[in-house]
């Protein structure tokens, strides 16, 4: 899978990257779904800390999946604890997810975290860094990456973050730019739970006690039926549906993108026709109903 390169002066760049550097915007580096179709879509990014407790655990696997079903994109950094385990919701509810990391693209980091990055791509995701692939990692790599998490999302969602939790960055990052900001409430005997208590305490962020409450700060509304209607226990099926959802409708297009042989491929979309989760529409053409 090839790296596109995006530069500060590409027509794609996003004017929400620009406002980590003003002076000197960082080059975007993307492999999977193309950052078009990506900035398309409803995004949410679910950060906390890597000391993850079993509560925290629970209620970003709990969020993460729902949010997933409801066809919004999960993005985080790929890193041990909740960033994991958000990833990792999303893409059991057949939902993309997007991992942004401190290292180049083609080196995932942390380095047991490599299949986790490639079943984020082959389940129509993206891993998208500021770093070329000979770009050594520095302890600063960390800070612009939690910035970049904030910036390519439309709401944040903290789940568990102690008093110095990286978390921070993205965070303030939110809150300098009206990034809507949500943290869950957690025991006050919790050091896992100081600083999104903290958040809540200072108005700096929302309660957030499940995915209906992110869902009311992008104004959207939960809907039963999407859930459903996106999601298949196949993979290659699942994988068809997060191309579908992206935007995609062309048969050779799809074809290509999905990387299967054609028998394979006409397969799949039977499969799907026949549960009712895609209809063709003609010249072939394809969508979700």
């Known amino acids: 899978m090839d790296t596109q390169i995006i530069t500060p002066g590409h027509k794609d760049y ?60 999960i993005i985080s950094g790929l890193a041990f604890g909740a960033d994991a385990a958000a990833h990792r919701a999303c893409l059991d509810a057949g939902g993309i997810t997007v991992a942004v990391l401190p290292s180049p693209v083609e080196m995932p980091m942390p380095e047991a975290h490599a299949r986790l990055a490639e079943q984020i791509l082959t389940q129509g995701g993206a891993l998208i860094s500021t770093y070329p692939w000979s770009q050594e990692v520095h302890k600063g790599n960390f800070v612009e990456r939690n910035s970049l998490v904030a910036a390519l999302a439309e709401a944040v969602v903290v789940t568990e973050a102690a008093t110095k939790s990286g978390t921070r960055h993205t965070m303030d990052f939110a809150d300098q730019h009206s ?14 739970s100081y600083m999104t208590n903290h958040y809540i305490k200072e108005n700096k962020a929302s309660v957030c006690t499940g995915a209906e409450d992110v869902l009311n700060a992008l104004g959207l509304t939960f809907t039963a039926a999407h859930a459903q209607r996106l999601h298949s226990r196949d993979p290659t099926e699942q994988m068809m549906l997060n191309l579908l959802s992206s935007g995609l409708s062309d048969g050779p297009e799809l074809l290509v993108r999905s990387g299967l042989d054609v028998s394979r491929f006409n397969q799949v979309l039977s499969m799907l026709e026949l549960s009712g989760k895609v209809q063709a529409l003609g010249c072939n053409r394809w969508g979700i109903p």
């Open 179 to 192: 990034i809507p900001a949500l943290a869950v409430p957690g025991p006050i005997t919790s050091p896992m």
């Open 14 to 73: 996003p004017d929400a990257a620009r406002r980590i550097n003003k002076e000197n915007p960082p080059t975007l580096y993307l492999r999977g779904l193309p950052l078009p179709e990506l900035l398309a879509k409803r995004r949410v990014a679910i950060v906390g800390t890597r000391r993850i407790t079993p509560y925290g655990r629970q209620v970003t696997t709990k969020i993460a999946k729902e949010l997933a079903e409801q066809g919004i994109v």
